[in-house]
């Protein structure tokens, strides 16, 4: 399975930017996603993640501005960031994991294939 994340770029704060995972499977609609971020310095850390079913989760920093969803008959996940601040600045991976859920969706050791990441960057 091979992922491709899309979509990253320069915005101001406050700004809005729209993420893109497309997977190469046409059975991604059974695997559960997760958006990661890691700025520079840091390890990387869990953002959101989306169960097969549609269940999504989210990290305290970022809930009610961005929002997870998925495209099953494009094969794609997507990432809306709105109000960004500056914090957020970071490369974003999403990943897929075989289960169509899982307990563990903040874990980086849960996700089986990584995309290679699309740089954001808010500006102050």
């Known amino acids: 399975v091979q992922l491709q994340a899309s979509g990253g770029g320069l915005v101001q704060a406050g700004g809005s930017l729209r993420l893109s995972c497309a997977a190469s499977v046409h059975t991604f609609s059974r695997y559960s996603v997760g958006w990661f971020r890691q700025a520079p310095g840091k390890e990387r850390e869990f953002v959101a993640a989306?169960?097969?079913?549609?269940?999504?989760f989210y990290t305290d920093s970022v809930k009610g501005r961005f929002t997870i969803s998925r495209d099953n008959a494009n094969n794609t996940a997507h990432l809306q960031m709105n109000g960004l601040k500056s914090e957020d600045t970071a490369v974003y991976y999403c990943?897929?994991?075989?289960?169509?859920?899982?307990?563990?969706?903040?874990?980086?050791?849960?996700?089986?294939?990584w995309g290679q990441g699309t740089l954001v960057t808010v500006s102050s």
């Open positions: 989306i169960w097969s079913e549609g269940r999504t």
């Open positions: 990943a897929a994991n075989v289960a169509g859920k899982t307990l563990y969706y903040r874990n980086v050791r849960t996700y089986n294939y």
